[in-house]
């Protein structure tokens, strides 16, 4: 396993109480960074934090005023965030667009794509203020090929994509990174919410033939928010593997 040094780093990870954004965060936190785990599930992002010497803070990503106060909460206690992870994220139900419930729609595009703007926009600029930040937001393969059945969050992970190559483009000028990975499925508690059929289906698009394991998505990020990723940004790092290679 690659190393990097974190110390005196400050890094963010929104959804860091469970799957990918917890496994993250463990990384992180071992690499010797001071980490701070935003989750709307306090108590459980309390346990978490507890396991991986971090702290918690509750933040509904979805609410402007609660994602300014984690910020707040983040810099008073710390004074700085050089790490930005955007993980929090649903899937929702599996159903064809013109059955699809409009509620439904709306809660996962507030998620997964207006709270990752939100939690950006709050974020950045302290991270302009210190002349250095790395993000990633977590997009998804659904947000390159489109799944069926999953019109919402397929959109929402493409709007993912679009916003990070937006922003990273916006501070291509500063030494802040900003990029998203592309990961094909993992085997997390988002599956929970999805249908045996949905998960067949993406499992059959896999050449790898296996979901992808939520430590190799935290290996790939951990390069990514380190100093040496000190050119690349507004990229789409794939890890869906081999279904989609652009």
């Not at 990870?13 to 785990?37: D, F, M």
């Not at 998620?111 to 990633?136: A, D, E, F, H």
């Amino acid at each position: 396993m690659n190393s990097y040094d974190f110390k005196n780093q400050v890094a963010v990870v929104t959804g860091g109480a469970n799957g990918i954004g917890y496994s993250v965060a463990e990384r992180l936190s071992k690499s010797g960074a001071t980490v701070k785990i935003w989750d709307l599930d306090i108590e459980v992002a309390r346990k978490a934090a507890e396991t991986i010497n971090a702290e918690a803070i509750e933040c509904n990503i979805t609410d402007w005023l609660s994602v300014k106060t984690a910020t707040e909460t983040s810099i008073n206690s710390s004074e700085r965030i050089d790490i930005l992870v955007n993980s929090a994220g649903i899937a929702g139900p599996n159903e064809t667009v013109v059955n699809y419930d409009n509620e439904a729609w709306d809660q996962i595009i507030s998620v997964n794509l207006t709270g990752t703007y939100y939690v950006n926009k709050s974020v950045v600029p302290y991270m302009k203020t210190n002349g250095y930040g790395r993000i990633v937001n977590i997009a998804s393969v659904a947000g390159k090929d489109g799944n069926p059945n999953a019109s919402a969050y397929s959109a929402s992970k493409a709007g993912v994509i679009a916003l990070t190559k937006s922003l990273g483009k916006e501070l291509a000028d500063s030494n802040i990174a900003v990029n998203c990975v592309t990961p094909a499925a993992a085997r997390t508690a988002i599956f929970d919410q999805m249908s045996q059929e949905h998960i067949d289906y993406m499992l059959s698009k896999i050449p790898r033939g296996r979901f992808v394991e939520v430590q190799e998505i935290s290996s790939m990020i951990a390069w990514m928010v380190s100093s040496e990723n000190s050119f690349t940004t507004g990229a789409v790092f794939d890890l869906s593997g081999g279904r989609s290679t652009y």
